[in-house]
Structure formats: structure tokens, C-alpha cells
């Protein structure tokens, strides 16, 4: 059953929007980790949401350790003791994501989905893609190290890590601005934040079930479901499809997010008008953007400038985004196919930058008339890109 | 515009919304939707 469909998911959210409007400061974040993992317990099954716990549990217990070891100058030891929390860490979810999409390690293990002969190294990695828990212990674990914001204790974590309202399709909510919510008073039930959070919530359900649908019954009948794209056309209808079902369920997050004043971030703003690919990439699952810059690009790109100069910036520049965008691709899933596919978004990104430098040294390339024109053109042939990356990269995905 | 019309305009959207979705969510409605295609 599709979640948003269930009763109970609807039951959760009033319950939580009224016990959290009396909760103000520290324990917020703890009183709605609390009563997430009885949500989670409830909708998906005591085990997934003892998996949960285990994955905070783990990376608190390995956090606070280093950072004890830390504060008594044994950087060596802190060090051990977070490569120790990162394994455990990747054995509790690949454990759990084993156990539950093949129902044994034997069965995983000869499993001929990824080919033959597949290492369980690459087994684990696999496991491990298309997860927004995976990299939400991610952010927890760099925003903690780096001194960015504080660890909390298990329970708050359990409920940064999976909350009940983004469990389908994110968004991935960054650790300091989550826990944001600590330092925040109470926010008592106000009629204009239930209007508004309403019109969020509908307009999401709309998209999903009213425009989504549709798109679907279109193209492939009233039970049908969308398969393999022959044509680009297909692939073109899939990606409209796409953006309607992913943004409807991140405009539900949302929406559920101000209810329950629990900081919920925008994952799409109309990126269909974008003028650029790098344009389109801050506008479209804008959390997984925002993760992979505040993570991979901004860290690298300033290593690499410090250690280049920034006279080569614009040269050395392209280095972060192949591995960003790398990245993204692997993320995806663990295969060959999507890492060409995000090395060449990132490239592509890359070339459009250059361009960009090149052509404001000409001043015609500012004069309104052409700008104008630009952002006219600009949507189609961001449209077209993504619609012939998305081409390539889903007949690998579906081994045609 | 006064308040109370923002508000009747807002809700009244919202309602606008939320009817076509459980209309959608009807599969006879979508069966006779699609007949007509």
C-alpha cells in the first residue's frame, strides 16, 4: 500500500503537529525521535525501526568515543574509532537492506541480479546506493567531526536519520539545519500554519495522484505501469512523470515538515526553467545538490585551490565536479553505467561554466535582447539534456 | 484583498485539490476518464 494512502500515516501527522506544539528547546528533537520510532514501528515493522535505532546507536556511541579521544589529544585513536563506527555503521544497513530485499546472506550472496561473479564488495556498495538514510548518517557524521554542530543523544538521531514524513522520497535535511530545531521555542497551533501547510500538502497529493496519474494512465492505460522507454519521446514523458511524483511526495514532506515545525528543506523549484544544466541541478532534488556541494565540491574545490592557486581554479575546477557528480551517478546505483552518467553531467557542467566566463568577456552576450533569448532557449536545451541523459542512463539500468 | 477572502480563496483551492485527487484515486472515475480517450 502506497504510504500517503494508509490512515495511519495521516493519524501520526496530527498526532505529532499537536504533541510537538508544546515542545520547545533540547528535547524537541528527542521527543519527536521518540515518538518517529513508534510511527516507524507501527507503519513499517518493529524490525525496520530497531535497524534505525541500531544505526544511531552505533553512530553515537562512535562519535562520542572520538570526540572524547579528541579532547585528551589521541588523534590516532579517534581516528580508529570512527573507520570502527563507519563499518559498523555499513554492516547495521547493509545488514538490514540484505535481510529484507533477499531474506538471507546465502540468497544475497548468489543473487545473479548485478551479474555473475559480482565481489561482495561491491555487493555491500550496491546495498548501500539510493539511500537517504545512508547519507544522512553521512552529514551527521562530517557536521559532528568538524565541529558544525553538536552530537545529540541516540533517540534525536534515530529521528534525524529516518523521520516518518521522508521516508518514501527524502528530502535529505542536513544535520545543523535539523537540529536547528533545538534552539528554537515551542510553536503553538496556528490556524494560518495549518492553512498553509495544507496548501502544501494538497498540492503535493495532486501532483502525485492528479497529475502523475494521469500521466501514467496516458501513456500506459489505467493498469499499466511505466517500462522500459523505446523512444526518446517515452523517455521525455517519463521524465515529466518523474518530476511530478517525486516532487509531489517532497511537497507532502514539506507540508508535514511545518505542521509539525520539524525542518523539513524544498526539494524542487520549477526546474524546468532553468536555463543551464548547472541552473537545473540547485532547482531539481535541490537536498542531494546541497548535500553533495556542502560535502564533496566546496571541501575539494578549496583544497585544490589552496594547493593550485587560484589562477588555475578555473582548470582544476572541473576535477570536483566529475567527482561530485560522480558521485550523484554512484549514489543512484552501484554501477559502471551511472558513474559515466554523472562524469558526464559533471563535464557538462564543467563546459557550461567555462562558456559562461568566456562569453561575458563579450559585451554583446549582456545586452538584454540576447539574455532574453538565452533564458527562451535555455529551458528546451536543459530539457533535452535530461531527457538524453535520463534515455542513456535508464536502458542500462534496464540492461538494454 | 481582506483576509477572510485570502482564506476563502486558499481553503477553496485547497478543496479544489484534494476533491480531483480522491476523484483520481477512484478507479471507476479514471476507468470513465480513460473511456473517453
Known amino acids: 500500500m502506497i504510504i500517503l494512502l494508509d490512515p495511519r500515516f495521516w493519524a501520526f501527522v496530527v498526532t505529532a503537529s499537536i504533541l510537538l506544539s508544546a515542545v520547545g528547546g533540547s528535547t524537541r528533537s528527542t521527543v519527536f525521535g521518540a515518538l518517529n520510532l513508534v510511527f516507524l514501528a507501527v507503519l513499517i515493522g518493529p524490525i525496520p525501526a530497531a535497524a534505525v535505532f541500531g544505526l544511531a546507536l552505533a553512530l553515537w556511541t562512535g562519535l562520542a568515543v572520538a570526540d572524547l579521544l579528541r579532547t585528551r589529544g589521541q588523534e590516532r585513536g579517534a581516528s580508529i574509532v570512527l573507520a570502527m563506527m563507519a563499518a559498523a555503521v555499513v554492516a547495521v544497513f547493509a545488514g538490514y537492506k540484505v535481510l529484507h530485499d533477499h531474506g538471507s546472506v546465502e540468497a544475497w550472496m548468489s543473487s545473479t541480479l548485478l551479474g555473475p561473479d559480482v565481489g561482495i564488495a561491491v555487493r555491500t556498495l550496491t546495498a548501500l546506493s539510493f539511500s537517504y538514510v545512508f547519507l544522512r548518517c553521512v552529514d551527521a557524521a562530517i557536521t559532528v567531526t568538524t565541529g558544525r554542530s553538536a552530537l545529540r543523544n541516540p533517540l ?77 519521446f517515452d523517455t521525455m514523458l517519463l521524465l515529466v512523470y518523474i518530476f511530478f511524483d517525486f516532487a509531489g511526495y517532497s511537497r507532502v514532506a514539506v507540508g508535514i515538515g511545518r505542521l509539525c515545525s520539524i525542518p523539513t528543506p524544498e526539494n524542487f523549484n520549477a526546474p ?14 535541490m537536498s542531494l545538490s546541497a548535500f553533495v556541494w556542502r560535502n564533496i565540491y566546496i571541501p575539494l574545490q578549496m583544497t585544490l585551490t589552496r594547493r593550485f592557486g587560484i589562477g588555475r581554479a578555473h582548470l582544476v575546477g572541473v576535477i570536483p565536479l566529475l567527482l561530485a557528480f560522480g558521485f550523484v551517478g554512484l549514489w543512484h546505483r552501484f554501477s559502471g553505467g551511472f558513474l ?45 539534456v535530461i531527457a538524453a541523459s535520463l534515455h542513456y542512463v535508464m536502458r542500462q539500468f534496464l540492461g538494454i | 484583498m481582506n483576509t477572510t477572502l485570502k482564506l476563502v480563496l486558499l481553503f477553496g483551492w485547497i478543496a479544489l485539490k484534494l476533491a480531483i485527487v480522491t476523484a483520481m484515486l477512484d478507479r471507476s472515475v479514471v476507468q470513465f476518464i480513460y473511456a473517453g480517450f
Request: net charge positive; hydrophobic share 55%.
Open chain 1, 272 to 285: 524546468f526553467l532553468a536555463s543551464s544544466v548547472t541552473a537545473f541541478w540547485t532547482r531539481w532534488h
Open chain 1, 340 to 384: 559515466l552518467w554523472g562524469l558526464g553531467m559533471g563535464a557538462i557542467l564543467w563546459i557550461e561554466k567555462m562558456v559562461r566566463d568566456y562569453s561575458l568577456s563579450f559585451p554583446a552576450m549582456r545586452d538584454r535582447k540576447v539574455r532574453i533569448l538565452a533564458s527562451l532557449l535555455g529551458p528546451a536545451y536543459v530539457f533535452i
Open chain 1, 156 to 232: 534525536a538521531l534515530a529521528g534525524y536519520l529516518a523521520p516518518f514524513h521522508m521516508l518514501v522520497a527524502g528530502p535529505i535535511s542536513s544535520y545543523a539545519d535539523y537540529f536547528a530545531m533545538d534552539e528554537q521555542p515551542p510553536t503553538p497551533a496556528s490556524f494560518e500554519r495549518f492553512a498553509w501547510s495544507l496548501n502544501d500538502i494538497s498540492a503535493g497529493l495532486f501532483y502525485k495522484f492528479a497529475i502523475a496519474e494521469s500521466l501514467r494512465i496516458y501513456a500506459f492505460g489505467v493498469r499499466g505501469g511505466f517500462a522500459a522507454p523505446a523512444s526518446l
